[in-house]
């Protein structure tokens, strides 16, 4: 159960909420919903729709996330709820992150992990419908996630596929019995969420793939719905606290392939720790925009050079076979792992080292830290 101390709202006047979940800052009306279309203000107190609430639930390899320095070869038991607080119309899994609960008729609960009664019942198990027959779900709580990570000999859980702060309190909680268990907890995220958030989640938290799609405020905002200020917050705060961080960028022609934009991306990152692995992923196009081409290999082969230009290790192309997945040692350039899709055929990785010239390669490679 979340303390009443750590909950991340306030009460206003006249029954209005401040959410400061995520960088929305959301002034929430009383019976209204919160940008994620998740969180609703129901009598002056904050309620979430998400909580034991799987949209989606699958055993993938961590290279999935994608986590290539975060221990490769293993798995990971991966959960989503539906809802997002970003709207990008090229989203890759918008069939269940644009869904929303205002439209499902189901039940909230409060976010300190307390049923009332009379609103919710979250312990049952069974696999429930939405409405207009959008999405299937199944109802989970945490210790049950933990105990099928266990069972299917999982060695992290991931919170992934839709952003995973918009059901904070379901994965906080969740990730504290992993914690206990020695399962590690992994974020694929947006990185939208607040300082105090990533506070809180910062003790239980291991690793984390964060979404950085664009250096333009004005792109953040014309696509997303969001701003670019408080990702590169995100990143800087994961990396300050120890959690592992790796980023992504999903290159789509037309809106972040200009070299400025790759530049400012990839110096970013660098700025931070010229460590992080920066995975570069190919565009298909889908959603809002089936219109688009997908990204030439020639674009993805600019940004990779724009990447080692900027000083950046560790440097990945995604959602393309047989190009720039293998990682090298920064020193001797031996292949330390090479993978193929998300199979690992060969790691020369041993103890966190280079098995040819012993340098120290950046990550975590051992299920004790």
Request: overall charge positive; some cysteine.
């Amino acid at each position: 159960m979340i303390k009443k101390e750590a909950l991340l709202y306030e009460k206003l006047e006249n029954k209005l909420i401040h959410c400061y979940l995520c960088s929305h800052h959301c002034r929430i009306a009383e019976e209204k919903f919160g940008f994620c279309g998740v969180r609703q203000n129901i009598d002056g107190a904050l309620y979430t729709y998400a909580y034991g609430k799987v949209a989606a639930a699958h055993i993938d390899p961590i290279e999935k996330k994608p986590l290539y320095h975060f221990l490769p070869g293993t798995f990971s038991f991966s959960i989503a709820t539906i809802g997002c607080n970003f709207r990008c119309g090229f989203c890759q899994n918008w069939e269940i992150s644009q869904q929303s609960f205002r439209e499902q008729g189901l039940s909230p609960q409060t976010v300190t992990g307390q049923p009332p009664s009379e609103l919710n019942k979250v312990v049952s198990k069974e696999t429930v419908p939405f409405s207009k027959g959008a999405v299937s779900h199944s109802r989970l709580l945490p210790q049950e996630i933990v105990d099928l990570a266990i069972r299917n000999k999982c060695k992290s859980i991931s919170y992934t596929y839709t952003e995973p702060t918009i059901f904070f309190e379901y994965a906080f909680e969740t990730s504290k019995l992993a914690k206990e268990k020695g399962i590690y907890n992994c974020f694929v995220t947006n990185g939208y969420m607040t300082k105090e958030c990533i506070r809180m989640i910062g003790p239980y938290l291991d690793a984390a793939n964060i979404d950085l799609k664009f250096f333009k405020d004005s792109s953040y905002k014309k696509v997303c719905a969001a701003s670019l200020e408080p990702v590169l917050n995100s990143i800087r705060l994961m990396r300050e606290l120890g959690i592992w961080v790796e980023a992504t960028t999903l290159v789509v022609p037309g809106e972040n392939d200009s070299e400025e934009e790759l530049n400012g991306i990839a110096r970013f990152l660098a700025g931070v720790d010229k460590n992080i692995p920066w995975h570069i992923s190919r565009f298909h196009p889908d959603y809002k925009f089936t219109g688009r081409e997908a990204t030439p290999l020639e674009t993805l082969k600019k940004a990779h050079g724009i990447g080692i230009k900027a000083g950046l290790k560790f440097i990945y192309v995604g959602n393309v076979y047989g190009l720039g997945n293998d990682t090298l040692c920064g020193i001797c350039k031996k292949p330390l792992i090479k993978r193929e899709v998300f199979n690992i055929l060969e790691n020369n990785i041993e103890k966190g080292k280079c098995s040819y010239c012993g340098t120290l390669i950046p990550g975590v490679f051992s299920e004790t830290k």
